[in-house]
């Protein structure tokens, strides 16, 4: 059973930072790309980042690029969001997934993490 535990959300003012923390388990973590999501209220999920499994590659949504750094730790089993520069649009559920490796479309999530930004 592959399960994804997000952690790091919480209320932050407009101009700051958070770092975010997905932990996998059940699968082998190095072997699967991994990404961010986030759903705002009222709106669909939508993507923000990913990272390739070796990390080498990365990829961002344009309304954070530049803002937002993924990364990942293998031996952790961990994927990271540093968030910078936040803005109050960026508040939303932010949810961290697992790529299926043949499609390449996210095949497990996590239970989502809270982040809300004040002006």
């Known amino acids: 059973q592959v399960q994804l535990v997000e952690s790091g959300g919480g209320l932050v003012q407009a101009g700051g930072s958070l770092r975010l923390s997905c932990t996998a388990s059940?699968?082998?973590?190095?072997?699967?790309?991994m990404g961010w999501f986030r759903q705002a209220p009222g709106k669909e999920r939508e993507f923000v980042a990913a990272?390739?499994?070796?990390?080498?590659?990365?990829y961002y949504a344009d309304s954070v690029k530049g803002r937002f750094t993924i990364s990942r730790d293998n031996a952790k089993n961990t994927v990271y969001l540093q968030m910078n520069s936040l803005k109050p649009v960026d508040t939303a559920v932010y949810y961290c997934?697992?790529?299926?490796?043949?499609?390449?479309?996210?095949?497990?999530w996590g239970q989502g993490t809270q982040v809300t930004v004040s002006s």
């Open positions: 997934a697992s790529y299926e490796i043949v499609t390449n479309e996210p095949d497990f």
């Open positions: 059940g699968r082998t973590f190095r072997m699967y790309a």
């Open positions: 990272i390739s499994w070796s990390g080498d590659n990365t």
